[in-house]
């Protein structure tokens, strides 16, 4: 199997189990994403009451994952209701849970659709936009950063070949979630002044050691992962070793399709003077 089909891919093991395998990333971890993608595709197995679609994720990291080993994810069916179905996932490898996420499926309702948040109206379109070498499965792009106010934006779509249903490109989304959450958080670190392109200027792995904590995604309507996809965060809080941000996901027509939260551990790295 090539990396970039390993990426939403589950073979049955045994009673609401599956096991997943990850591809080589650079960093030589596993990457957040993934973990959280195959864990919403576990539960997604084993939802089988027809129309109910997922509305939100919420996920704590507990350990990196060794992209060496498979993940085996466990599911607990925690209700199956008319109108709601709630699933928790245990993902784990050979020294231990490395993820725990619960996510929720809805019936599809007819009622208002109503946005209060719009797509800022002075982006770049992502041709114009800076390419970055991020990772299997994303082609991503770096639309804006600033520290003042701090914001990170990328426009993100996902490679690897998905097929038609919803269920794929929820997952595909969730995948993309964990794209850049962290470069928003630092973006309002005191550090984040050392770090960039310049004769000088460090790398941000020089400086920073990070770490997702917890992950939450809220999807709000059905998306193309497979098309252009804008994740514009923003941080809300730094305290200690803890930051927070949070941010909407809009379409490449301006409609809102997602909301992202991540809190992550950010400490500075010894400096060697």
């Known amino acids: 199997m090539t990396d970039m ?104 309702e007819d009622g208002p659709d109503v946005s209060t948040s719009a797509m800022p109206t002075d982006i770049k379109p992502p041709e114009e936009s800076e390419k970055i070498d991020w990772g299997i499965g994303v082609d991503a792009r770096l639309e804006h950063q600033s520290t003042s106010p701090a914001r990170h934006r990328v426009w993100a779509k996902f490679t690897a070949d998905i097929g038609e249903t919803p269920d794929e490109h929820f997952a595909a989304l969730a995948y993309l979630s964990d794209t850049n959450p962290m470069d928003a958080v630092v973006s309002a670190h005191p550090a984040q002044a050392l770090v960039g392109n310049g004769p000088g200027d460090a790398d941000w792995d020089d400086v920073y050691m990070a770490a997702s904590l917890d992950h939450a995604v809220w999807f709000h309507r059905a998306v193309r992962a497979d098309e252009w996809l804008l994740f514009d965060l923003a941080p809300h809080q730094i305290k200690g070793t803890r930051g927070l941000a949070t941010g909407d996901v809009f379409s490449a027509q301006g409609e809102l399709v997602a909301t992202v939260a991540q809190q992550g551990l950010i400490r500075l790295r010894p400096s060697d003077d």
């Open 5 to 108: 089909a390993k990426i939403l891919a589950l073979e049955p093991h045994g009673a609401d189990a599956f096991v997943g395998e990850s591809p080589a990333y650079e960093w030589g971890r596993i990457y957040g994403g993934l973990v959280i993608a195959q864990s919403l595709c576990a539960a997604m197995r084993t939802v089988d009451t027809e129309g109910h679609h997922v509305h939100s994720l919420h996920a704590y990291f507990i350990l990196g994952g060794d992209p060496n080993e498979p993940v085996r994810y466990e599911v607990d069916r925690l209700r199956n209701g008319r109108s709601f179905t709630t699933r928790r996932v245990v993902a784990r490898q050979s020294g231990g849970a490395i993820l725990n996420l619960s996510c929720s499926f809805q019936r599809d």
